[in-house]
Nanobody
């Protein structure tokens, strides 16, 4: 079992930055690939970014490539999402998730989920 707790969300103006954190507890954090997803009101939850267990491989949705950076610190059991050049369309609840199998992008493929943190980008 893995427990995930997101933090760092908030209200920011367009063009601004936020850094989300996801703290993990439970089973060995470094065994899991980690992902960030988001869900806007009335929309499906969508993939944002993922990072391998070692941090050596990352993958991004086209909509955030070049603006968002995923990273992890296995010593601190934490994964981060640095979000720069934010746009109003980035407004959503952001979730982190853990996947024992590997670097994947599908919502059903992830084993554990946090409760989410709200990010609101004003124009």
């Amino acid at each position: 079992q893995v427990q995930l707790v997101e933090s760092g969300g908030g209200l920011v103006q367009a063009g601004g930055s936020l850094r989300l954190s996801c703290a993990a507890s439970g089973r060995t954090f470094s065994s899991y690939a980690m992902g960030w997803f988001r869900q806007a009101p009335g929309k499906e939850r969508e993939f944002v970014a993922a990072i391998s267990w070692s941090g050596g491989s990352t993958y991004y949705a086209d909509s955030v490539k070049g603006r968002f950076t995923i990273s992890r610190d296995n010593a601190k059991n934490t994964v981060y999402l640095q979000m720069n050049s934010l746009k109003p369309e980035d407004t959503a609840v952001y979730y982190c998730a853990a996947d024992l199998t590997g670097l994947r992008v599908g919502v059903p493929e992830y084993d554990y989920w946090g409760q989410g943190t709200q990010v609101t980008v004003s124009s």
